[in-house]
């Protein structure tokens, strides 16, 4: 998370001062609520008529703990060049939202962007949206395995706490990546401008290291590659006369700063965890040097910050850091470590702490060892907290934590470090988004003036009035709604042209990546045909594999905009008359057409004789009775009337009278003059991913093939109080090695993730 700092101007002498500085800069940190979300996804390599199902986890990105604020999720499928392959809207309930996401033949292969975030979110730069990449073959698409002229090796150099210093000693931080923004494995020689070597150092595999220097003035450095045809140079940044330098070294329980500085003076070093403070001490630079211990178990879990203010408590030195958490407290057992083909898979799930959990698991094919780069603990503790792509996150969370702990130090180094951003109170973004706390928002400007309607065509229908502020701007929320539709405005005088009405974007519009794409291995080939042919062989099967999932039935409008009719005609009741005016005179007796200036009104008809017209609509849009009057009867299911009186905006209706087609789209019919019409990406149906059941003799041996790439996914599972769960599948006809991840999160904001394998072999073999 990027944290932005406002310099505070007090005295420090003064205990009480100090303490309201201190209050200020942590609140000025935290002052904006911000949210953070982790996408669970059922793994991360897919071929085209897959599934891709995710789970999301919303928390405050300052606490971690679970955050209610937003009820909205978008979730974008993005390539380099941005262009969006697919992007949906699912609804956020419990601090958690699940959907999924089709791969359909026209993507191209190659390695995606996966985006999620909520309109919070974007009221800032893209910092704290989700990022993961997800790979896609489409077999129609050959398998690019070229070696691409990509652009040349980058290295940069990142001095530790923002500056170089001449005469101060320094620990610089050493990044190479090469075009497609990976690591790369480099022996660099440090010189002068005078060919004079001050230092060497190697970069690792994936790019990262650093070495110690002490500038001297007037001097220039570079970094020279090694054995390199061309002899590359890469300048180091120019040293200042005057500053101050940081050097931290982790001592076991404590860290020590090492603070340096041309001039003395009276600093305050600060250890702050995601704007919360953790610990500040007052000291003195005296002879251009002081050391502070900091105790690192006063910071919290994930990326730390070390800053150090000057007398008036403007930031001059900054570093991050990072603590592990105790991330094994969800623990996975499975009771077989190898299966046969349509075998019962029993998988126990245990806590280690007395905590309340909500987790998601999946079951995937695993055969030649493309797994998830990252997951939940990964990506809220690091990934989203620093700047930048980091190559395989988990790497640093396995293995020798004390020897990975130094690596990824290193890494903080070169990546995690930012100049300061400054900025007061009247510097927040202007076009802030409105956070969408109850239900999705639609906002955007009308140009003109008059009342403002908008309404949403289909069988189950919504018509209102719209706030529209001395600017022209609106803003309105939407009821949760299941079918992408159409927003339909209009004016009281039928007026209203598509040049009057601008709908801001609902989706981000991404640039492109500027990487190169990388090609894609080809010792996987056969691993992505087989994969291929399994999708193949289940969608010629798909009525009885269900492998896209099964609808399921959730909608929290089941009822128009009037509520329940207090008349409903159902026309296939009905003899069907030839034209509509015949049914007002045989069936509908509670409203009645009338004539006045050559056009033609309906009235509803009550416990009083009615003087004005009935609001009219045809699948929710209003329309003229003149228009309802010429329709094909044939073409409407049911009208319903409203015997009551209904206000629209100023306007005043005896009534409404609602005629809806089977279709719910006005038969086909062009919008009639003065309404506007602009797309409306409503909340995704909800599907549930399909599991067989072999538990019974006739389903085990039925002869359809069950060829699941994916074997299980489950984004419900819930663990109250430590208590454990059971979770129940069974494999398929595939063999081969099956890998079992499990992402989740306790109440209070510990992340969770653990992982295992097994194999299943052919029945025969048993």
């Known amino acids: ?71 909205v999720l978008y979730v974008q499928l993005i390539d380099d060049a941005g262009q969006n392959l697919m992007q949906q809207r699912v609804q956020i309930g419990n601090e958690k939202a699940v959907g999924q996401i089709f791969i359909s033949s026209y993507m191209p292969t190659g390695v995606h962007s996966l985006k999620a975030y909520t309109s919070l979110m974007r009221s800032n730069d893209d910092t704290l949206t989700f990022a993961k990449n997800i790979t896609v073959i489409n077999p129609s698409i050959p398998i690019n395995t070229e070696n691409h002229t990509a652009r040349e090796t980058k290295v940069e150099f990142f001095p530790e706490g923002g500056q170089l210093v001449n005469g101060l000693q320094c620990k610089i931080g050493v990044k190479a990546i090469n075009g497609f923004g990976l690591g790369e494995a480099l022996n660099l020689t440090i010189m002068d401008q005078h060919q004079n070597e001050v230092a060497a150092v190697a970069t690792s595999s994936m790019g990262i290291s650093s070495f110690v220097l002490i500038p001297e003035k007037e001097k220039i450095y570079y970094a020279q590659v090694d054995a390199a045809p061309l002899a590359l140079k890469y300048a180091l940044p120019v040293a200042k006369d005057d500053g101050v330098s940081l050097m931290v070294l982790d001592m076991g329980n404590d860290l020590l700063a090492k603070i340096n500085a041309t001039i003395n003076q009276n600093v305050f070093v600060i250890t702050h965890t ?38 008036n408590f403007s930031p001059i030195a900054e570093r991050i850091i990072f603590k592990y958490t105790d991330s094994d407290l969800l623990k996975i057992s499975i009771d077989q470590s190898g299966y046969v083909q349509r075998e019962k898979v029993s998988m126990s799930i245990k806590m280690e702490a007395p905590v309340s959990s909500s987790l998601s ?35 640093y969370f396995k293995g020798d934590l004390v020897e990975k702990s130094k690596e990824l130090d290193n890494l903080l180094l070169t990546q995690g470090w930012r100049s300061f951003k400054w900025h007061d109170e009247e510097s927040v973004n202007a076009n802030a988004f409105i956070p969408e706390i109850r239900a999705p928002i639609v906002s955007g400007h009308l140009k003109g003036k008059g009342d403002l309607f908008y309404g949403f065509m289909g069988k189950v229908s919504l018509t209102k009035s719209i706030a529209v502020d001395s600017s022209g701007r609106f803003a309105f929320e939407v009821p949760f709604r299941l079918n992408n539709d159409k927003i339909i405005f209009w004016q009281n005088q039928d007026t209203l042209t598509s040049d009057q009405i601008t709908v801001n974007e609902q989706f981000i519009n991404w640039p492109a990546s500027n990487v190169d794409s990388k090609p894609i291995d080809e010792s996987h080939r056969m691993f992505f045909e087989h994969d291929n042919s399994n999708i193949q062989i289940s969608h010629a099967y798909l009525d009885q594999t269900k492998v896209t999932g099964e609808h399921k039935k959730d909608s929290d409008v089941t009822f128009s905009f009037y509520g329940t009719p207090g008349k409903r005609y159902n026309l296939d009741d009905y003899t069907r008359f030839i034209g509509m005016p015949e049914l007002f005179v045989e069936y509908i007796r509670t409203a009645i057409i009338k004539k006045t200036n050559q056009h033609h009104y309906l009235y509803v008809v009550g416990d009083e004789y009615p003087t004005t017209p009935a609001l009219v609509l045809m699948d929710g849009v209003p329309v003229s009775a003149d228009l309802i009057l010429d329709l094909d009867p044939t073409k409407v299911e049911t009208v319903d009337i409203v015997q009551k009186n209904y206000q629209l905006g100023e306007r005043r209706f005896e009534g409404v009278i609602n005629f809806i087609t089977y279709d719910g789209d006005m038969a086909g019919a062009d919008l009639p003059k003065g309404l506007v ?24 041996h039925q002869r359809t093939p069950d060829f699941r790439n ?33 992402n989740g999160m306790t109440s209070d904001g510990q992340p969770l993730y653990a992982e295992s394998e097994f194999s299943v072999n052919s029945l025969l073999k048993k």
């Open 274 to 311: 995601r704007g919360i403070i953790n610990e500040y001490k007052p000291v003195s630079i005296i002879n251009g040097s002081v050391e502070v211990r900091l105790n690192k178990g006063h910071l919290g879990s994930g990326i730390s910050h070390i800053t150090i203010l000057d007398e």
């Open 710 to 742: 994916t074997l299980l996914w489950q984004p419900n599972i819930t663990i109250e109080n430590g208590s454990g769960a059971q979770v129940e599948f069974y494999t398929g006809d595939d063999t081969g090695n099956y890998k079992v991840e499990i």
């Open 361 to 395: 698991a999946s079951v995937y094919r695993n055969q030649n060892k493309i797994t998830n780069s990252e997951n939940i603990v990964t990506s809220l503790l690091l990934t989203s907290d620093i700047k930048g792509h980091v190559e395989n996150p988990t790497y």
């Open 1 to 71: 998370m990027v944290v932005s700092f406002m310099p505070i101007v007090i005295s420090a002498q003064n205990t009480n001062n100090v303490s309201e500085a201190l209050s200020a800069f942590e609140e000025n940190n935290t002052y904006q609520y911000q949210e953070k979300i982790y996408l669970h996804t059922d793994k991360s390599t897919y071929i085209t008529g897959e599934t891709l199902w995710f789970k999301a986890y919303l928390v405050n990105a300052t606490t971690h703990t679970p955050s209610s604020l937003s009820k």
């Open 677 to 700: 019409s602009e797309i409306y990406y409503a909340l995704q149906t909800p599907r549930v991913f399909y599991q067989p059941d072999y538990g019974q003799d006739e389903h085990r």
